[in-house]
């Protein structure tokens, strides 16, 4: 390939260094740098036709030219080859293979540990924005702003909820004549909060503590949701009434998530805050960057054999990605790793307790805040102890090498020697503001209280 470089193909390389040096957002000082890592990534295409596509693709901006392949063998290169020929001409700040997505009619996209033909066209890959897109916000009804609003309007209504200059009759009240009578116990649904419990059986199993709870309460739910109809239309009659709607917006956290070790039931070191929307944890003992997280540095004393021998084969770990409203994990350990997520499990349609198993190189859409934002929206319109409820869907449990749940021999999460807990910091804020602008619910007397 060394004619590649020179004689008749050294006009490529010009016109291609010239065009990375172009991509840039200010005149870079390294120029023999750029045209070192373009005279690289030349020698490793597979065909010497392939630079001439190369420079067509880049110097029209065609995302309808063919694939450009290089040839990806079995000794590990320092980044993938796409991601390189994407920083020097499309995007000088990229970061990481998970920031891109190939186009459709990619015919060889990349795959993690993936050995043969690589497409390196940079027009062939589109770059995700990282953090959250815009999201619709959340409507709350706000008591404080309805008697804000019911002030400065005038008196309308009476402390008794009778209009004013009327008897004391409350046909706006949820009991009055006519509405169907409140369940014996309002809250004996199933909520989130039981999503992320330590039963972790199946769906449909008929021994499950869940299956049983639905048969013990079925004769219930037509009762509750009559009453649960009449009780949200009263309420947005009274609404409209009074007014105090206000909008929740989301706001991306500063940090995105926080991670929170454990060995068995046992929280070792600090949490770890993230910054960067793509982060690493893993068994290693020498951070290199602000994005990963090295489990090998925390020390316990009261740390079993079982542990130890699992903490030597986490290696590379499981890799965390906030890209585009999403969050993704990916197996990078020579070992699987085993996820639980109410939204993710949701978002695809499984049991919300469901564990799943992640070999090594895949990987798999844990949360999408779209999906929050609409599950919060319909729970925002019912009551706050809804809302209260979507709490466990911004927590991710993730465990190392060993698998736990209703088809293994450690049933709780706690039984597994190494695991960490992710909490999605922006959800789980969005949610507190909902809930503080709803404010507190008044419980009347009841059966338990």
């Known amino acids: ?27 870079p000082t390294d120029g023999a740098g750029k045209e070192k890592a373009v005279k690289s990534l030349i020698k490793r295409l597979k065909k010497n036709e392939q630079a001439k596509l190369l420079e067509r693709a880049l110097s029209e901006q065609n995302a309808a030219t063919a694939c450009v392949t290089a040839t990806v063998g079995d000794s590990a290169d ?18 990481t293979p998970q920031e891109l997505r190939p186009l459709e009619h990619c015919q060889h996209p990349y795959r993690s540990r993936f050995v043969g033909d690589l497409c390196v066209n940079p027009m062939h890959y589109q770059r995700l924005l990282a953090g959250a897109t815009s999201q619709e916000p959340v409507i709350v009804y706000s008591a404080a702003a309805a008697i804000a609003a019911a002030a400065a309007a005038g008196p309308v209504f009476s402390f008794n909820g009778a209009a004013a200059g009327t008897s004391g009759s409350t046909a706006s009240s949820p009991t009055a004549a006519g509405a169907p009578s409140p369940p014996l116990s309002v809250h004996q649904q199933l909520s989130p909060a ?22 013990q309460h079925h004769h219930q739910q037509h009762q509750q949701q009559q009453y649960n109809e009449h009780n949200q239309a009263m309420q947005q009659q009274l609404q409209q009434q009074l007014g105090g709607l206000l909008s929740v917006p989301y706001m991306d956290a500063e940090h995105w998530c926080s991670v929170h070790y454990y060995e068995l039931s046992s929280r070792v070191g600090d949490a770890y805050y993230a910054t960067s929307p793509f982060v690493t944890v893993d068994g290693g003992t020498n951070p290199s960057g602000r994005g990963r997280f090295c489990l090998g540095l925390l020390s316990n004393v009261n740390r079993t054999l079982a542990v130890e021998q699992t903490r030597r084969s986490i290696g590379s770990g499981v890799g965390l990605y906030y890209v585009n409203g999403e969050v993704h994990a990916e197996c990078l350990s020579d070992s699987p790793v085993f996820i639980q997520s109410p939204n993710g499990n949701i978002r695809h349609n499984w049991h919300p307790a469901t564990v799943c198993r992640i070999p090594p190189g895949c990987n798999l859409c844990v949360f999408s805040i779209r999906d929050f934002g609409n599950q919060l929206r319909q729970s925002a319109a019912k009551s706050f102890d809804e809302v209260y409820a979507l709490t466990k869907m911004c927590t991710i449990r993730i465990a190392f090498v060993k698998g736990w749940g209703s088809e293994y021999r450690r049933q709780l999460v706690t039984a597994t020697p ?3 807990e992710v909490h999605l910091n922006g959800p789980l804020r969005w949610l507190d503001q909902v809930l503080s602008t709803m404010g507190s619910p008044n419980y009347g007397p009841s059966s338990i209280s």
Do not use: F, T
């Not at 390939?1 to 005149?27: E, M, N, T, Y």
């Open 78 to 95: 320092p980044e993938p080859l796409h991601v390189v020929a994407c920083r020097l001409w499309r995007w000088p700040d990229l970061q």
């Open 194 to 215: 039981a999503y992320m419990s330590e039963d972790n059986y199946s769906a449909g199993d008929p021994d499950s503590p869940l299956q049983h709870h639905h048969q």
């Open 418 to 420: 190494c695991w960490i």
């Open 1 to 27: 390939l060394a004619g590649l470089i020179g004689g008749a193909h050294s006009s490529s390389v010009k016109r291609l260094v010239s065009l990375a040096v172009q991509a840039q957002p200010q005149p």
